[in-house]
């Protein structure tokens, strides 16, 4: 009796992950996670654009904060915060739900692929398509970072950067924003995946299963701030040149790399982008994995194998 409840629990877990719901709630949890944790650190967000559009003005956090401040006031910390919210949800929901069907399609139509390229084939896949969702909304809250007088918002600035770019300003930086972000999603969810192997493997040595919750969720921060701290330092030269395309500091890709000069493409705004990116990348992580487990699914990494089992059995 015990083994044919196990049987029909292990069967229970396979078809939810075979499931539409299992994707829809992936992209609920994902956009709910980027979302909020992108709002969260709008401020610091205003002071890092500003930061790679004027580097002698803006030269540190300290007093970046405080120019900001004296000259615009407290609520310039805010500005660009329906781009954060609305923007990165949207791309945080295809990321992450887009990433959960690639990878399923990709171990169908690769079985004998090692797991790496399973990982940077479905990231790659999932952000190309989350960033054309993103960058309109980046875009307009650039503009309204860095230039006062253009807008207050979303609702503003969408009409306003029509009336001045046309369309094409809406994705003026998107090859640089999927150089940015391609090579930060690859190397995100694959160290991810492969830290949190690491972690239950050589660490806790016991199945991810055989774990509690808490400690699931641990494992998950652990694994979310690696792959956030080694995204942010090879994403920073492209992070650097989309700034200054969108502030019309550059006309290309080449004259923006020429402006800014090779040691600033890896080194300004470095610094805080480091303070930016790993702890928002580990909160997405916690609220995603959060989600996901108290809706009775997995949290990630490390159930891969109930995905081979759904994969070879369907």
């Keep these: 009796m015990m083994g044919n409840d196990g049987r029909d629990c292990k069967e229970e877990k396979r078809l939810k992950i075979l499931s539409p719901h299992y994707y829809a709630i992936c992209a609920m949890g994902g956009m709910f996670s980027a979302g909020t944790t992108h709002l969260a650190i709008t401020p610091l967000d205003v002071l890092k654009v500003n930061m790679q559009v004027n580097p002698a003005k803006y030269n540190s956090i300290f007093s970046g904060f405080s120019i900001l401040l004296r000259e615009q006031g407290p609520s310039a910390l805010w500005r660009g915060w329906g781009g954060k919210f609305f923007g990165y949800g949207a791309q945080g929901g295809c990321k ?12 169908d139509l690769l079985p004998h692929q090692n797991r790496s390229a399973i990982y940077f084939l479905s990231s790659a896949s999932a952000q190309v398509i989350a960033d054309i969702a993103l960058c309109p909304f980046e875009a307009v809250k650039v503009r309204v970072q860095t230039e006062p007088k253009f807008g207050k918002g979303l ?20 090859v640089p924003l999927w150089s940015r972000n391609l090579p930060f999603s ?37 694994a979310g701030y690696a792959a956030g701290a080694i995204g942010t330092v090879i994403s920073n030269p492209a992070d650097n040149i989309v700034a200054s395309l969108y502030n019309k500091k550059a006309d290309n890709v080449m004259q923006a790399v020429k402006k800014i000069g090779l ?42 194998s109930y995905l081979e089992e759904a994969v070879s059995a369907g």
């Design 186 to 222: 690859v190397l995100m969810f694959s160290t991810f995946e492969h830290t949190v192997d690491v972690l239950y493997r050589d660490v806790i040595q016991r199945r991810k299963e055989d774990c509690s919750r808490a400690q699931q969720l641990g494992v998950t921060c652990l």
């Design 96 to 107: 992450f739900g887009l990433y959960e069907y690639f990878k399923r399609l990709y171990l």
């Design 263 to 304: 040691v600033n493409l890896f080194t300004r705004s470095l610094p805080i982008r480091i303070t930016i990116v790993g702890p928002v990348i580990t909160m997405q992580w916690l609220f995603y994995d959060t989600i996901k487990m108290l809706t009775g699914l997995p949290t990630s990494g490390g159930a891969d």
């Design 155 to 174: 609702m503003d600035g969408f009409p306003r950067l029509y009336a001045t770019d046309g369309l094409s300003g809406f994705y003026r930086g998107l």
